[in-house]
């Protein structure tokens, strides 16, 4: 299982660099305009905003792969920032779009139920 686990937590944190790579360098080219659905004007207008988002997603994204790279020793820290990543997708599933919950939230209650069984 803790291969399966370590797949899990991996898969996450790329999923967080995409999205600090949408946030922080796409927010207003297409590709980030369609990922959020964003007007032209709002996404310019919300350009900074994102940035800050996707800066703070790619510290979730460095804390899991620094949690792979320790190996077992890691685990708690794979264990903090499935929790932090859950809290996230919980808080933006309820203020910001329940796709919130399926693309981060989801994940990280999978990558946690298996990081306990590991």
């Known amino acids: 299982m803790s291969v399966a686990a370590n797949a899990v937590v991996a898969l996450i944190a790329l999923l967080h660099v995409y999205i600090l790579v949408l946030e922080m360098f796409l927010w ?10 964003l007007s032209p004007e709002m996404a310019a207008a919300t350009k900074t905003l994102a940035a800050n988002q996707g800066l703070y997603n790619g510290f979730l994204a460095a804390g899991l792969l620094w949690g792979l790279w320790l190996g077992q020793e890691g685990v708690p820290v794979q264990v903090f920032f499935l929790l932090c990543v859950l ?32």
């Open 28 to 37: 207003d080219k297409p590709a980030g305009r369609r990922a959020f659905g």
């Open 87 to 118: 809290v996230a997708g919980l808080y933006g599933a309820a203020t910001a779009s329940r796709k919130i919950l399926f693309i981060q939230a989801v994940p990280a209650a999978i990558g946690l139920a298996l990081r306990a069984l590991a």
